[in-house]
């Protein structure tokens, strides 16, 4: 079942890149506190993650940390060695935080798992936008397929209060 407003975020893993390499990281410790913005993309380096999607939230994190955005996070099943080198080639810096979902199991327990096999790149993420606020889900924004507009920074940040 895909997760709904109102909902607690699920338990699970997700892997950052530490100081001394890839870490562990409970998904209740980095989405659970504070007003959190998770967006999911279906592949690092893809054409419109990588030119669009990832830059306009790194563009406007200053605008969402005025409107009480504690942390910004990118997800991808993709392993944290992409996530890590996305987020170098892009200059993320400390503004987004680049999570990997390897195995898509947090992606499959939020219910927003694509089938993306048609176009060699097996089980992903769907392309989506979730404001969570103490680890409640507050706003799901999910594309529809092909589309680039409800989990976009800049609608999100119009939707924030």
């Not at 530490?18 to 592949?43: I, T």
């Not at 893809?46 to 942390?71: M, Q």
């Amino acid at each position: 079942m895909t997760i709904q407003a109102g909902d607690r975020i699920p338990d699970g893993k997700l892997k950052v890149m530490g100081k001394d390499g890839p870490a562990n990281v409970e998904a209740k410790e980095l989405l659970g506190q504070g007003r959190v913005v998770l967006f999911s993309v279906p592949g690092a380096f893809t054409p419109t993650c990588d030119a669009k999607h990832l830059p306009g939230f790194l563009e406007r994190a200053g605008e969402f940390r005025g409107k009480g955005v504690a942390r910004i996070v990118c997800l991808a099943v993709n392993d944290v060695f992409v996530m890590n080198a996305w987020g170098r080639h892009s200059g993320v810096g400390d503004a987004i935080v680049m999570a990997a979902d390897g195995n898509g199991d947090y992606t499959r327990a939020l219910g927003l798992e694509l089938d993306a096999r048609g176009f060699g790149m097996g089980l992903r993420g769907q392309r989506f936008a979730l404001v969570i606020e103490d680890g409640v889900v507050r706003q799901v924004r999910v594309e529809a397929p092909g589309e680039f507009k409800v989990s976009s920074a800049e609608h999100v940040l119009g939707q924030l209060a």
